[in-house]
């Protein structure tokens, strides 16, 4: 069938297409995992996958108003002090961190699942369906810019949906989001980063696709009210997944209610309400065990003394100044925020520049390593190494989110709608840091851009506009050049001996002692760039000897000692 016969035929295959795409390639990497000792990361007591993981045993033991509340407590918190007194820096009772993730892993226990296959099938499901929602929806953005320009000026090319640029911007944005190679990575791990970025998507992509039922031009269907006030659901959730969606879960609401001008008050009220609904279980249990009501998490006051104490180096090394930040601030934000300004009274400059380091890193190549090391994974699972990193996204992107507002193709409501969703995370890594994870919040909007682009270019270059192309792909190039090879402001080591260390664990309890001493070999022989070399160093030989009680590996990942690796010569 050509393309240009039965065009709404191809409007719906395309996002059915990337869902199947994605869901490939991503099962592809599942299947890895699951056969590599690597899929027992979450036993590193270290990370905070390790950390939702016992919350959601916390919780699942029958304690489900989480009171007294559950608190981490891990290696690098000892030198502050035991547990009771971190307990001092935190707000008694309130939740750590957003609830809903480890409450999903808590529903999951309770039902008999296995934690980790189950939680990683779901975030691929997941995946793939805003993959598909941001092809939707850039397809119907780049399909309105051409019926339009046809409607106005016939020297476009094109008609409606017959269109094939609207196809491929839709494609390019779908699969660039799915197969997106950190995006991928860190969904296999019980993080909640990686569904905070998907539910970001729907709520980006939800406003866009309904312009194509709810315009000015046609009288909005039926469902356009029921969609509203699920919108809305869907936003007061991931707030409880991470409060910083929240802004953009209000903003996705009233621009979905006033697709049409008729009934636009009754429909923002409904999505009020179904943002309400999770809020108000929020604030229930809150108050039931004194709470002020619409408290979140209590980790803001950490964050900010973490990532801005004078000291701070944008790297995710705490700064000398938080202990004494955290200890006056008593577990205030409000205090902590001003104790962090008053460090910098005699050299005020110094925090701007921090921020712009922190800038910087958000937008270069590296990806800053926490709990878990992308390029440690990358190098031995392989279908990491061929999927699209940030530079092969951002200059794509940016450049087509520009190009978007620019010639209206994203009306100035939509505009600020993406310029939300990309400014969210940013503004997350500035106040506290970037790392691999927190970036890939900017991977929706980003992902919307680049197919954006591709749409420009083919309808320029069948319009004969040549200077357009040349210049926009210039621009591009351009961007991702510089991400890809001005360097990074932190230093950017690939290996870290306490990756080498986990991962030797595992594979010694998994597969037997020669498959754990060859990652220890593998980290002697690789890992010169690890700034902690000669702890390093120190760490493998005494594992070397047999010795695994500073490993932080759960019980059930160590070998027992007569399977452990023990060297018989020097």
């Known amino acids: 069938m050509p393309f240009t016969d039965r065009p709404e035929t191809w409007r719906r295959l395309v996002p059915v297409l990337v869902f199947v795409v994605v869901a490939a390639v991503r099962s592809v990497y599942f299947a890895a995992l699951e056969a590599s000792p690597l899929s027992d990361w979450h036993l590193w007591m270290e990370t905070d996958e390790w950390g939702y993981v016992d919350w959601s045993a916390h919780l699942a033991s029958g304690n489900w108003m989480d009171a007294p509340a559950w608190r981490s407590y891990f290696s690098w918190q ?44 779901l975030q691929l499901l997941l995946a793939c ?15 309105r810019f051409v019926q339009g320009g046809r409607e106005k000026n016939a020297d476009v090319p094109g008609a409606g949906w017959s269109s094939l640029g609207p196809a491929a911007a839709g494609t390019v944005s779908g699969l660039l989001y799915g197969v997106y190679g950190p995006l991928v990575f860190q969904d296999g791990f019980a993080y909640r980063d990686g569904p ?3 539910v970001s998507a729907l709520l ?3 406003p866009l696709i309904a312009e194509a039922g709810e315009s000015e031009r046609v009288s909005p269907r039926p469902s356009g009210t029921a969609g509203t006030f699920f919108l809305g659901l869907l936003g007061g959730l991931a707030a409880l997944l991470k409060q910083t969606t929240l802004p953009l879960a209000l903003l996705a609401v009233f621009l979905l209610s006033k697709k049409s001008r ?19 279980a929020l604030v229930a249990r809150n108050l039931a065990v004194g709470v002020p009501p619409l408290t979140f998490d209590t980790r803001q006051a950490i964050g900010l003394a973490w990532g801005n104490g004078r000291g701070a180096d944008a790297s995710t090394a705490p700064p000398p100044s938080m202990r004494g930040i955290l200890e006056k601030a008593g577990g205030s934000t409000g205090k902590t925020a001003r104790l962090v300004l008053e460090g910098y009274s005699d050299a005020p400059w110094e925090l701007p520049l921090l921020w712009a380091k922190k800038a910087a890193t958000f937008v270069l190549a590296y990806e800053v390593p926490d709990n ?16 699209p990193v940030f530079p092969c996204l951002v200059g794509a992107g940016l450049v087509g989110l520009f190009a978007a507002v620019a010639r209206g193709t994203l009306r100035k409501d939509e505009a600020w709608l993406a310029a939300l969703a990309v400014a969210t995370p940013v503004v997350a890594c500035l106040l506290v840091q970037t790392t691999a994870r927190y970036r890939v919040g900017v991977v929706p909007p980003v992902a919307l851009g680049a197919g954006l682009l591709a749409f420009f270019l083919i309808e320029d270059w069948r319009a004969r506009r040549r200077l357009p192309v040349v210049g926009l792909s210039i621009a591009a190039l351009a961007v991702s050049a510089l991400s890809a090879y001005l360097p990074s402001p932190i230093p950017t080591a690939r290996h870290r001996w306490a990756d080498a260390i986990v991962a030797g664990t595992l594979a010694e ?22 700034p902690n070399r000669a702890a390093g160093e120190q760490s493998v030989y005494a ?19 007569s399977r452990r690796y023990v060297a018989t010569g020097p």
Do not use: M
């Open 204 to 206: 980006l992509a939800w």
């Open 509 to 530: 309890a998994r597969s037997g002692p020669e498959a754990g001493a060859a990652e220890i070999r593998r980290y002697l022989e690789e890992g010169r760039d690890d």
């Open 129 to 143: 369906l805003a993959a598909a929602a941001v092809a939707a929806a850039c397809q119907t953005v780049a399909g």
């Open 372 to 387: 878990s090391n992308w390029y440690f994974f990358r190098d031995r699972i392989g279908v990491l190494r061929f999927l």
């Open 78 to 121: 000892t030198p502050y002090g035991p547990p009771e007194a971190w307990e001092s820096l935190y707000q008694k009772n309130a939740y750590f961190a957003g609830p809903l993730y480890p409450y999903g892993l808590a529903l999951l226990r309770v039902a008999g699942l296995p934690v980790f296959p189950t939680i990683r099938i």
């Open 543 to 561: 594992w070397l000897l047999g010795e695994r009680s500073f490993t932080r590996v759960a019980p059930e990942g160590i070998a027992p000692p």
């Open 196 to 198: 905070v970025a998907h």
């Open 262 to 280: 008729a009934g636009a008050i009754r429909r923002f009220a409904l999505g009020a309400l179904g943002l309400a609904i999770p809020l108000t």
